[in-house]
C-alpha cells in the first residue's frame, strides 16, 4: 500500500526490495577509497568496444547482469528495466539493454537518474503494477566531457568548481520484501525543479544545490524526520562546492546536517591524490556508490536508515550554448535495512 504524507512524500508500507545490486567502474573510480566495493573494475576505458559510448553501453549492460545473477533473477522474470544516462536520447541505455527483451523505460534525471529509476521501481513493485524491476543507470567520463564540454583533444584547463564524471554504472534489482533480507525502499518524495540561475556548465554543484536543499527540507516536513533519525542523509553529486552552498541553504531552513551528511560525489575519489577538483558526478557516480558501499550496509545492517538524494543538472548542450540558466531537480530516496 502506497500513503501519501505531506505535500510531496510517498511512503511504502511493504517495503519493495534490492534483492540483488551491482557496481561497475572504470579504472580511475578503482583507484579511489571504494574500490573494494566495488563488482568489476576496468582497466581498459573502452571495454574493449570501438568507442566510448559503446563502452558505456557494455558497462551498464554487466551491471545489470551482475546484479540480475546476485538475485538469482533471469531476464525474463524482470516487469520493467527503468534506466537513463547523460548523452543525447539515453543512448547507453537503449544500446546496452536492447537485447535484453525486457519493457523499457527510459529515464532521464542527468545525475539523479539513480534515485529517480529507485523511487519509481519501488512504486511500480509497491503498487503491484510489476512484480520485478531493474534500476540502473551510467555515466562515462570521455562520453559526457564530449558531449557537454570539449573534445577530449582540445586539453581544456578544468576550473576548480569542475567535477570529474565518473565512469561507473550501478544496477538494483527491486522485488517484494517477502523474502530475503535486502535493502529496503520504505519511500520517496519526487523533488521540484529549482533554478539557482547558474549558468556555468563548469559549476554543475551550485546549479544542483537549491533542488537538494529543497528536497530534504520537503521529506523532513512531510514525514516529521529529523537528519539524527538517520545513519546518513546522502546527495549525489553535489561535490565539495555544491555540498557546502546546500548546508548553507539548509541552515537558513534551520535544518543543519552536521555528521550524518555524505556525497557520493565525495565518496568515490580521494581529492588529495586524485585530480577530480570539485569531486565526482555523473549518473554513474552516485548509481556506483548506492549499489555498492550504501546497499553492503544496508544488507548487513551496518546502516539502519539512509536517505539518499540523487541530484541533477537539467541541462543539453543546447541550452547551455543559448545561454540558458541551469535548473537542478533532487529526488529522495528513503533506504532501510531488514534488520
Avoid at 15 to 25: C, E, L, S, W
Avoid at 262 to 272: M, V
Amino acid at each position: 500500500m502506497i500513503t501519501r504524507t505531506g505535500r510531496y512524500t510517498l511512503l511504502f508500507d511493504q517495503h519493495p526490495m534490492a534483492a540483488g545490486f551491482a557496481a561497475v567502474v572504470g579504472k580511475k573510480e578503482g583507484e579511489g577509497p571504494l574500490a573494494r566495493q566495488f563488482d568489476k573494475i576496468f582497466e581498459d576505458t573502452k571495454l574493449g568496444q570501438e568507442t566510448w559510448e559503446k563502452a558505456e553501453s557494455a558497462m551498464q549492460e554487466q551491471a545489470v547482469h551482475l546484479a540480475l545473477d546476485k538475485a538469482s533473477i533471469s531476464p525474463q522474470q524482470v516487469d520493467y528495466v527503468l534506466a537513463g544516462d547523460l548523452i543525447n536520447q539515453c543512448t547507453s541505455s537503449i544500446f546496452g539493454l536492447r537485447s535484453l527483451d525486457i519493457p523499457f523505460l527510459g529515464l532521464f534525471g542527468a545525475c539523479s537518474t539513480m534515485a529517480l529509476s529507485l523511487g519509481l521501481a519501488g512504486l511500480l513493485v509497491e503498487s503491484g503494477a510489476a512484480g520485478t524491476c531493474a534500476a540502473v543507470t551510467s555515466s562515462h567520463f570521455c562520453t559526457a566531457e564530449r558531449q557537454f564540454r570539449f573534445p577530449l583533444e582540445y586539453g581544456g584547463q578544468r576550473p576548480p568548481t569542475s567535477q570529474w564524471t565518473a565512469t561507473a554504472s550501478g544496477c538494483a534489482v527491486i522485488t517484494p520484501s517477502t523474502n530475503g533480507g535486502g535493502p529496503q525502499i520504505a519511500g520517496v518524495t519526487f523533488g521540484r525543479m529549482v533554478d539557482m540561475g547558474i549558468k556555468d556548465a563548469n559549476n554543475m554543484g551550485a546549479a544542483m544545490a537549491g533542488a537538494a536543499s529543497a528536497t530534504i527540507v520537503d521529506f523532513l516536513n512531510d514525514t516529521g524526520k529529523k537528519p539524527e533519525d538517520f545513519d546518513m542523509i546522502l546527495t549525489g553529486d553535489l561535490g565539495q562546492v555544491g555540498s557546502d552552498l546546500m548546508q548553507q541553504l539548509l541552515s537558513r531552513e534551520n535544518v543543519e546536517l552536521g555528521t550524518h551528511y555524505a556525497d557520493c560525489g565525495l565518496l568515490i575519489y580521494d581529492r588529495q591524490t586524485q585530480d577530480v577538483h570539485a569531486g565526482g558526478s555523473g549518473c554513474g557516480c552516485s548509481a556506483a556508490v548506492v549499489c555498492s558501499y550504501i546497499m553492503n550496509l544496508l544488507k548487513t545492517g551496518g546502516m539502519k536508515n539512509v536517505l539518499f538524494v540523487g541530484t541533477g543538472a537539467l541541462m543539453s548542450p543546447m541550452t547551455v550554448q543559448q545561454g540558458e540558466s541551469i535548473p537542478g531537480i533532487a529526488h529522495a530516496v528513503w533506504l532501510k535495512s531488514a534488520y
